[in-house]
Each structure stands twice: as structure tokens, then as C-alpha cells.
């Protein structure tokens, strides 16, 4: 899933320290002002996501060790749950460093081990964008597409299936890419002619090709309005956003995640997302989709089990809304946020001079001091962010 780029440079500004309650007896003081110029990171650390050199969880943000928000331009959060979860960064360079679990390779530096600190990706220059999925990772440089980590169902788009890569290797048949995203099983490339592609898993109509057979080789993603401006992938979910700001879906909706009104199981070809227009950025989580219009209001659909879409209606935390919507629905709470991103069942949103969280909270990803779930608002990290990514399916947050 790649993160989303909403926003402009500003100037940095002084956060504060505030306490926290932890869950129980015990109390701590959690410092949410950013001092330094670190990436930032919380939430579950089991392999090591954290990049912090542990792979202890923590409840509050700490830095990625060997990163500083001068030098990142992106970063793409991939797994399928906490203990497989890992990232990906892509540096001002054009190089690309990730860390975090590696069963698969899906690190990229040739070998099967985690990493708890950034690590370079071997081989890859001159990337303009990366994108993490479950247990593989792409990147595409001056219009190819490298792909690299499980292979299990074709998703490394390199005419096999079944051998995984640690080391990133061409998606052949790809020239002219401009974008790139993965789910956790299938991967999508935007093509400069506004077309889309799909490769990998097919089983829940993921790649949009009309049916639900995996593929090892692109195939073009069927029945899109031409000049597709924007892509996003969730768990088995793709979405596509076109140069006019409508808003089309396929794949996995059993929690409403095509956004057209159906509670049918899936689609295998693109629908048309309901009563959205002119809108200018979409980012998907695992089971739901965020997109923003030109406007800055913000709208929301999905999977909606830890209260994501902040509804009016949630008067009390216990009685918050958590009917999935097959519908977008607007969110006031986030209008004027400068960058948002999406998990399974947390999210995270950068306004002026901070970034706050709210939803699911077992290991800590909303960055508070608790592991209290919140369906309101959470401040996590005050300063100078512009960016935020979380893990695809997992639990982990990271600031920028």
C-alpha cells in the first residue's frame, strides 16, 4: 500500500509535553513534541517495524534509528498482521531502505532475516515512489517496475509464482509506470497513458480483470474511464481516482469497501464509488478508503469496526458508531487534514503542527501512552510532520 503525499512543506513548530494515563494503576508522562528532526514510530514492534533497534512495542513515538524527516520522502508500511509487519522508505536520493520482518525476503537485501534498523535495498536508484504490501514490496524508477518478497501468487509479476525474492527483480512486461501500489497478496501499477495494471492474487477480484484467476505476468485492470489519475491499494481491495475526481473500486466487499451502495461479497471489475466528486487524493487501508476533495473535506467508506469514520453520531466512546459503510460518508473531524493514512483498524492524520490518531489501540499504535482504544481524536506527536503511513494490516505508525 503506498503512503499518501497530502501537503506542503510549513514551519516547524514547538510542540509541548502533556501526560498520559496508561490503562491500570500505573501512570506515565509521554513527551509528544517532536525535538529533532527524527522519523518517527509507535505501535507494535514484534519484528522489529519499529526500526528502533528493539522489538519491544512502544506506546509513544520514538525515532527510527538512522532516518531524519529531511532525507525520507516516502514511506509504504506493509504486513498482514503485527508479527509480519515491515516498511519500506524512499530517501531524497533514490534509494530505498526497509526494516522489519524478512521471512520472505520481502526486505530486499538478499537475505531472510529482520532487521530492527533501516537497511538498503540492494540494486534500486533513481525510485520515484515504493509501495509495501503483506510479504512483498515494489518500486518503480524512471517508469519500470522492480518487485521484490513472496511470490506465492504471482504478486512479484515476474512470470513465475511460487519463489520468492530477497533481492528486487524487473516486472518485465512494465515501460511507462508512474505509480505504484500493493495489497497483500496483489500489486497495481499506473501506467503515464492513465491506464492501470494488476498482477498477483485474484480471489476476491482484487486485479479487476473480470475474474477471479490469480496472474504472475500484468494484465490490465478492466472497465476504468480513461486517464486514471491516482491508485491505492487495501488488503484485496484496489481503488483508482480519475483526473475528473470520481472514484472507482473492485475486489473484497464484505465490509462496503467499493463505496456503491451493494453489500455484495466482491467485485471483479470496477464500480463506480457513490456520490463522490472532485475529489484530488485517495489512500485505502486494509478494509476501508479515505478520500479528500478539492474542498479538504473528507470522506470515508468501509470497514468502520473501531469507529474510523468519526462519525457525529458516536456521542460516547462506548456507543461509537461501527456500522461498516457501503457508502462514503463525510468526515467533519478531519476536514483541512494536510495528510492521512490508514491501517486495518487505526488511522492517522497530520494537521498544522501535529499528527493525531484514533481507533484500535491494543499495542499502542495510536501513540497516546495507552493501549486504550479511542474513538475520538488522539494527539500522538506534536511538530513539524508532514506525512504519516501505517501498516497494512498491522499496528505500527509512523510520522514524517
Request: hydrophobic content about 35%; some cysteine.
Amino acid at each position: 500500500m503506498t503512503s499518501s503525499r497530502w501537503g506542503a512543506r510549513r514551519t516547524a513548530l514547538v510542540g509541548a509535553a502533556v501526560l498520559a494515563v496508561v490503562a491500570g494503576p500505573v501512570t506515565v508522562t509521554q513527551v509528544q513534541a517532536a525535538s529533532g528532526p527524527e522519523v518517527m514510530s509507535w505501535g507494535a514492534g514484534d519484528a522489529g517495524q519499529l526500526g528502533s533497534a528493539g522489538t519491544s512495542d512502544r506506546w509513544s513515538p520514538g525515532p527510527v534509528t538512522g532516518l531524519n524527516r529531511g532525507q525520507v520522502r516516502e514511506i509504504s508500511a506493509g504486513g498482514t498482521r503485527s508479527a509480519d509487519s515491515f516498511a519500506v522508505a524512499r530517501l531524497e536520493d533514490g534509494s530505498v531502505r526497509s526494516w522489519g520482518h524478512d521471512s520472505a525476503g520481502q526486505l530486499g537485501n538478499g537475505s531472510r532475516h529482520d532487521r530492527a534498523t533501516p537497511d538498503v535495498v540492494n540494486g534500486l536508484q533513481d525510485v520515484g515512489d515504493v509501495a509495501a504490501g503483506g510479504a512483498h514490496a515494489l518500486a518503480m524508477s524512471k517508469g519500470r517496475v522492480w518487485a521484490w518478497g513472496e511470490n506465492g501468487d504471482g504478486q512479484l509479476g515476474n512470470n513465475r509464482s511460487g519463489d520468492d525474492s530477497t533481492v528486487p527483480v524487473r516486472v518485465p512486461s512494465i515501460f511507462m509506470a508512474r505509480q505504484v501500489s500493493a495489497g497483500c497478496d496483489f500489486s497495481l501499477a499506473l501506467m503515464e497513458d492513465g491506464t492501470v495494471w494488476s498482477w498477483g492474487n485474484g480471489a476476491h477480484g482484487q486485479l479487476g480483470t473480470g475474474d477471479r484467476t490469480s496472474q504472475d505476468v500484468p494484465q490490465e485492470v478492466k472497465g476504468l474511464p480513461e486517464n486514471i489519475a491516482e491508485i491505492t491499494a487495501g488488503c484485496h481491495h484496489g481503488v483508482a481516482r480519475t483526473e475528473g475526481g470520481e472514484v472507482w473500486a473492485w475486489g473484497d466487499n464484505l465490509k462496503g469497501q467499493l463505496g456503491d451502495g451493494t453489500a455484495k461479497g466482491s467485485s471483479t471489475e470496477p464500480v463506480k464509488a457513490r456520490w463522490l466528486r472532485d475529489i484530488r487524493r485517495i489512500t485505502a487501508g486494509g478494509d476501508h478508503t479515505f478520500a479528500m476533495r478539492n474542498d479538504d473535506t473528507v470522506y470515508g467508506w468501509g470497514s468502520n469496526r473501531y469507529g474510523q469514520f468519526l462519525e457525529p453520531d458516536a456521542t460516547s466512546e462506548p456507543d461509537a458508531t461501527r456500522t461498516h459503510r457501503n457508502t462514503p460518508v463525510p468526515i467533519d473531524a478531519l476536514e483541512g487534514a494536510r495528510d492521512l493514512a490508514a491501517g486495518r483498524d487505526h488511522n492517522l492524520a497530520v494537521f498544522d503542527n501535529k499528527v493525531v490518531t484514533w481507533g484500535a489501540n491494543g499495542e499502542g499504535q495510536l501513540g497516546n501512552g495507552t493501549n486504550v482504544n479511542r474513538f475520538t481524536p488522539v494527539t500522538a506527536v506534536r511538530g513539524d510532520y508532514h506525512h504519516v503511513a501505517a501498516s497494512h494490516a498491522g499496528n505500527t505508525s509512523y510520522a514524517y
